[in-house]
C-alpha cells in the first residue's frame, strides 16, 4: 500500500468553524489531490499541488483553500464549514500527471460531518 | 470535458455468477482508463487499467478491455465471490485531469 495517511478519520463540527485536514505521504510523490466522495458523484477533485507551494484549482474548489509548505504534507481548510461541505475526504497521491497512464493512490479518506 | 459514465447500482448477484458493469466515456485525445475497488471504510484500491485501444487490464480475475470504437471500458468476472462485495469505480484520466464515474455498489450474497 501507498504510503498516505490522513488525519483526522472522523471529525465532527459546527458551522461556521475552521476545518484543516492532513494528508501526509512517505513516498515522495510529486502530485497530491484532495477529492471529495458524495453519494452519485463519485469522486470530484476539488485542489492539486504539482510540487512545494504550488497547488491549483479543481472542479469544487469554492470554500476550500490548500497549503503544501513540505514534499510530504498536504493541507485542505475549509475557513467557514458549511454543512454542504459535509463529506467523506480522500486524499491522492501520483508520481506524475502529465503521462496520463499513471494511477493515483489513495488514503483512507477523512469523514467530516458538520452540523 | 473529459467525463465517465458508468452503470447505476446497487448490483445484487449470487456467489459464482456473472458480473458486468458497464462505463463509457468523452474524452478528447487518448485517455488511460482505470477501474478502481473502495471497500468500506477504505479509500480507492487501483484493480486494473489500460492505457491505450484494445489493451485489456487484468486482475484478480476481473478484466475490461479498451474499447475505442464503442468508447467503452466494462469491467467484468466470470464468477463473483462474496469477498467481491464493494463499490467499483470506473476513471479516466486524460493530459491534465482525472474523471471518476458515480460508482456501482456490488453485493454477493452466499
Known amino acids: 500500500d501507498a504510503g498516505i495517511t490522513q488525519s483526522p478519520r472522523h471529525k465532527v463540527t459546527e458551522t461556521g468553524t475552521p476545518v484543516t485536514l492532513r494528508c501526509h505521504q512517505t513516498?515522495?510523490?510529486?502530485?497530491m489531490y484532495w477529492y471529495r466522495q458524495d453519494p452519485g458523484h463519485g469522486l470530484r477533485l476539488i485542489h492539486y499541488s504539482y510540487g512545494v507551494k504550488d497547488t491549483d484549482k479543481g472542479e469544487v474548489s469554492d470554500g476550500y483553500s490548500v497549503s503544501r509548505s513540505k514534499t510530504e504534507d498536504f493541507l485542505l481548510t475549509l475557513e467557514s464549514a458549511t454543512s454542504s461541505q459535509t463529506s467523506v475526504y480522500f486524499c491522492?497521491?501520483?508520481?506524475?500527471?502529465?503521462?496520463?497512464?499513471?494511477?493515483?493512490?489513495f488514503g483512507d479518506g477523512t469523514r467530516l460531518s458538520i452540523l | 470535458g473529459n467525463s465517465v459514465t458508468q452503470m447505476e447500482g446497487p448490483v445484487t448477484l449470487s456467489e459464482e455468477a456473472f458480473l458486468t458493469i458497464n462505463c463509457t466515456y468523452t474524452?478528447?485525445?487518448?485517455?488511460?482508463l482505470f477501474w478502481y475497488v473502495q471497500y468500506p471504510g477504505e479509500g480507492l484500491q487501483l484493480l486494473l487499467k489500460?492505457?491505450?485501444?484494445?489493451d485489456k487490464g487484468s486482475n484478480k480475475g476481473f478484466e475490461a478491455t479498451y474499447r475505442k470504437e464503442t468508447t467503452s471500458f466494462h469491467l467484468e468476472k466470470g464468477s463473483v465471490q462474496v469477498s467481491d462485495s464493494a463499490v467499483y469505480f470506473c476513471?479516466?484520466?486524460?493530459?491534465?485531469?482525472?474523471?471518476f464515474g458515480a460508482g456501482t455498489r456490488l453485493t454477493v450474497k452466499p
Open positions: 476513471a479516466l484520466r486524460g493530459n491534465n485531469d482525472m474523471r
Open positions: 491522492a497521491i501520483s508520481e506524475v500527471r502529465g503521462a496520463g497512464n499513471q494511477p493515483q493512490h
Open positions: 513516498e515522495n510523490h510529486r502530485y
Open positions: 489500460a492505457t491505450k485501444a484494445d
Open positions: 474524452a478528447t485525445g487518448y485517455p488511460s
